[in-house]
DNA sequence: ACGCAATGCAGGTAGTGAAA
DNA sequence: TTTCACTACCTGCATTGCGT
């Protein structure tokens, strides 16, 4: 009737770096796999030491205990390995995992199944686990048995940022999942302290059908800091679907493919330290930002830096990367996907829902890219509507959906499919007359993006970089996508800073660093003051 | 008591590399 | 393509320590 447990949390594979770390530091501290293979294999044969310092005299007590190491390696990993195949059993083949035995089993996910099962009909089960196998890619054929048959009853999440648990790392996050019977199941997300559990503006409920709309095709668990928000995403995505519906032919209106073009390790032997004559730069996600790809440059000494102001104003000015690779693998990778625009559109894959902004976007040169510099490629029979899918996706509206989703450091495809994102049939002519001559002006700066100009129907020569110039326009562009998505201007109020209109101690939180850093620089928290002049602007009629 | 440098800490922004 | 009871580095800010 009753399942109460704290299961173990770890990997089942055998981490070769971890078995040798307490056991062997030449192998341990090998460069890389294959280095330690190697030296692996020399312990087999007790020759390790003998290979490493061979001008050291070496006792004959030394080869014997190296293949003893040797034998407990073996040992330690047949282990692992026969569990991991015992986990990885099909459920039509009766196997005992048929949710949680996927990709690297991990312990706590088999307890979770094992706890599902063993519960009676009416019985309950409480356990504490990492809040991973509610949004985990790995987990979420269990999370997603356990909503879509209405047997999850709550979930409360809590970071560890207070050292509940003071053994594990303070970013860390677990939960307390309760199963039962429940035809909605409560939450509380992003608590820090247990008290905080009984705060109800923190408590949200979701129907299995809720889940199906906002995590459509991972069917995963949203994590919302306050019932507010957890009512005003739900509101956006009845307003937008999300960009990439796996579940239909026709649930994906951009027609949009995914790339990442050149992974920084595996592809690295591609990548050239100096320019050459066939070369192109390679852009990193550090290197953009929303509606510019001249945010970061490399100085010669290797380091990074910011650009300027004057070197934004330069129409010639280029950023200088830390390594280039020849145009004809970047050419061969994009034929790969049938593209043939001379620009990239794509966004950064590092990102949080802490920092400044979340989704950075930005339009690239036709360029080499890096695997934390995702792409996207839309269908080019959208012609300049891409500029609004661009405007989308940097607007605050979709910032503030898109805050409510990523969970740690990555923003990869299976996220980015999710996010709201207005479908090209939704702009009318009078839209795509505001939004696309705004992005036009923020985007092309800089002589090297003619070709995406062209495409947005202007032949001209770049805009001037102007700062102030540009977060008017931003802040035009954001009322008119709070309009675009429906918002009230209190919802669009709430967006810029909860407290605004909750009261100081909400237990939620929107753009808070973006606000500090306008407060230090501006002195005010400017993008509030725009956006919402910018609002009051188009509501009456006086913005077009 | 004061000013400055050294140190500590948290948060921000990246990143590796192996393996399924 | 995704994950890491991840890791590393940098920066800004606060605290501590030291010499005056």
Request: net charge negative; aromatic share 10%; with cysteine.
């Amino acid at each position: 009737d009753c399942v109460l447990g704290n299961p173990p949390w770890e990997r089942i594979k055998l981490q070769e770096e971890e078995f040798f770390a307490t056991r062997h530091r030449d192998v341990a501290e090998a460069r890389n796999k294959a280095e330690r293979s190697q030296r692996i294999g020399w312990l087999a044969e007790g020759m390790l030491a003998r290979h490493l310092f061979p001008e050291l005299e070496h006792p004959a007590q030394e080869c014997a205990a190296e293949q003893r190491l040797y034998a407990e390696f073996i040992t330690a990993r047949r282990t692992a390995e026969a569990m991991s195949l015992f986990a990885h059993v099909k459920g039509e083949d009766d196997g005992r995992y048929p949710l949680t035995g996927v990709g690297d089993v991990n312990t706590y996910a088999l307890f979770a199944e094992t706890f599902a099962q063993l519960m009676a009909p009416l019985g309950r089960a409480g356990f504490i686990v990492p809040t991973g196998i509610a949004t985990d890619d790995s987990t979420k054929a269990f999370f997603a048995h356990i909503t879509q048959n209405a047997r999850l009853v709550s979930l409360y999440d809590i970071e560890n940022r207070e050292a509940v648990f003071p053994a594990v790392h303070r970013s860390y996050k677990f939960c307390l999942l309760t199963l039962g019977q429940a035809a909605q199941a409560e939450f509380v997300c992003f608590a820090t302290r247990v008290e905080q559990l009984a705060d109800p503006r923190r408590r949200f409920r979701l129907t299995p059908e809720e889940f199906r709309r906002l995590n459509p095709n991972t069917l995963t668990c949203p994590v919302f800091r306050s019932a507010r928000d957890a009512e005003l995403t739900k509101k956006l995505y009845r307003t937008a679907p999300v960009l990439i519906d796996d579940n239909w032919p026709n649930g994906n209106p951009w027609g949009i493919r995914f790339m990442a073009m050149l992974h920084m390790s595996n592809d690295s032997h591609l990548f050239r330290a100096a320019p050459g004559a066939d070369s192109l730069p390679l852009y990193e996600a550090k290197m953009i930002h929303q509606f510019d790809h001249r945010w970061a440059t490399y100085n010669p000494d290797g380091n990074s830096r910011d650009v300027t102001l004057a070197e934004h104003r330069d129409p010639d000015f280029t950023v200088t990367p830390r390594y280039w690779v020849d145009a004809t693998e970047v050419a061969q990778r994009l034929a790969d996907k049938g593209w043939t625009r001379g620009w990239l559109m794509g966004w950064r894959d590092i990102c949080r829902a802490t920092d400044e902004r979340t989704v950075i976007a930005a339009v690239v040169p036709k360029v080499g890219t890096g695997d934390t510099l995702l792409l996207m490629f839309p269908d080019p029979k959208h012609g300049a509507r891409v500029a609004c899918l661009l405007a989308d996706q940097c607007s605050l509206v979709h910032d503030y959906a898109a805050r409510q989703k990523v969970g740690g450091t990555h923003l990869k495809y299976h996220v980015k499919k999710q996010l709201p994102n207005l479908p090209p049939d939704r702009y009318t002519a009078a839209d795509l007359a505001f939004i696309v001559p705004r992005v036009l002006e923020l985007t092309y700066t800089v002589f090297d993006l003619k070709a995406w100009a062209q495409d947005l129907g202007f032949d001209g020569s770049p805009y001037a970089f102007d700062p102030d110039r540009r977060a008017l326009l931003r802040a035009e562009l954001d009322a008119y996508y709070a309009r675009l998505y429906g918002l009230t201007r209190d919802e669009l109020r709430y967006i810029l800073d909860p407290s605004d209109v909750m009261g100081d101690d909400y237990p939620s939180e929107t753009f808070r660093v973006l606000q500090k850093n306008e407060m230090r620089e501006f002195g005010e928290y400017r993008t509030q003051r725009l956006v919402l002049a910018a609002w009051d602007q188009l509501v009456g009629g006086a913005l077009a």
